[in-house]
């Protein structure tokens, strides 16, 4: 079997990757991609930086070649990511208040709007929290245009795709303690008031091990009627293959975990330059991380 058919099997789940468009030019790389994947998320081609280069002018050519390549083979895309601290164009960088809200706001609509329809699931605000043990937010230009930037951003992206799924996505927020748990609050204060939000994407980006309370993170947010998924997933160190194989077993565990996706194909692809936190070497073998991912997926 492959990631992406073994997932489906497992009650309609997704098994995406995070892909760079101008590697869609690498044979390895794509055979790999269309045999195992059926998500897909744009490493950085959706990202604000890339979308909005100057202000009101949008460029979704590399948007679009991710888009299209998956759309063609029936993949489904997590659009990644309409407000960030990071990343951001210069000239958002330089705005605050007012000026940086509308623009902001526009910046969600614009980009939702030109993927509505083809969007399973929008990261629609990405790493807002602090980490730390104050669960808070995190200082930056969107923060201190207010603290009800993240349910406008919310309502903005709703109104422009009504179909997708729209998700909070973070980092260290694997198991339960401060940082998830601020997080946890703002899910439930939505959902208490009807802002908008689906789902919350758990990054994962691990070293070696998993919190003992993984899965129970997950299944919190849950409960609290949200989707959870797993959306930035690589493992350093020589537990890898197990700790993924613990990752796969507690989304499987979680009756709203609708999908899992590694954050790149090849070791080669990885951001964590050095660290060979994927499931494929750098020649496009599969490693034994891969294997026990697909056992994990073909349990029970
Ligand atoms: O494309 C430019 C190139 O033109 C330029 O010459 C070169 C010089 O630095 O930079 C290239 O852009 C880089 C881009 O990746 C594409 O390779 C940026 O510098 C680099 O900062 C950027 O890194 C990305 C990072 O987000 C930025 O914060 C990583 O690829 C990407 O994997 C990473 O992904 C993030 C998620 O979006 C959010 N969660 C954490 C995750 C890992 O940091």
């Not at 659009?79 to 623009?103: D, E, K, M, V, Y």
């Not at 080669?268 to 496009?284: A, I």
């Amino acid at each position: 079997s492959t990631l992406g058919a073994s997932a489906a099997e497992r009650g309609g789940r997704y098994f995406g990757a995070a892909i760079a468009a101008n590697k869609l030019s690498d044979s390895t790389y794509v055979t790999i991609l269309n045999r195992e994947f059926n998500s897909v998320t744009a490493e950085n081609e959706m990202k604000w930086d890339a979308t909005e280069p100057s202000r009101g002018s949008f460029n979704y050519t590399n948007g679009d070649r991710i888009a299209n390549h998956a759309i063609g083979r029936g993949m489904k895309i997590r659009g990644h990511a309409l407000l960030w601290h990071s990343q951001q164009p210069g000239w958002a960088q330089s705005l605050s208040g007012s000026t940086l809200r509308s623009a902001a706001l526009n910046h969600v609509t614009q980009v939702a709007t030109h993927y509505r329809g083809k969007i399973h699931s929008w990261d629609v605000v990405n790493e807002a929290f602090a980490d730390g043990s104050g669960g808070g937010r995190r200082d930056s230009n969107l923060q201190r245009t207010g603290n009800d930037w993240i349910e406008a951003a919310f309502r903005a992206a709703r109104a422009a795709d009504p179909a997708a799924k729209l998700c909070y996505n973070d980092y260290n927020t694997d198991g339960i303690n401060a940082k998830s748990t601020g997080i946890y609050n703002m899910v439930a204060d939505f959902k208490a008031r009807g802002v908008p939000i689906d789902c919350v994407g758990f990054q994962s980006h691990l070293s070696n091990s998993v919190p003992g309370d993984y899965q129970a993170n997950l299944q919190r947010f849950a409960n609290l009627g949200v989707d959870v998924q797993i959306t930035e997933l690589d493992i350093s160190g020589s537990n890898q293959a197990s700790v993924y194989a613990s990752v796969v077993r507690s989304c499987l565990a979680v009756a709203r975990c609708t999908g899992i996706t590694v954050w790149g194909i090849r070791d080669s692809d990885s951001w964590r330059t050095g660290q060979n936190p994927l499931l494929f070497d750098s020649g496009g073998n599969k490693k034994a991380a891969y294997t026990s991912v697909l056992n994990a997926l073909n349990e029970g």
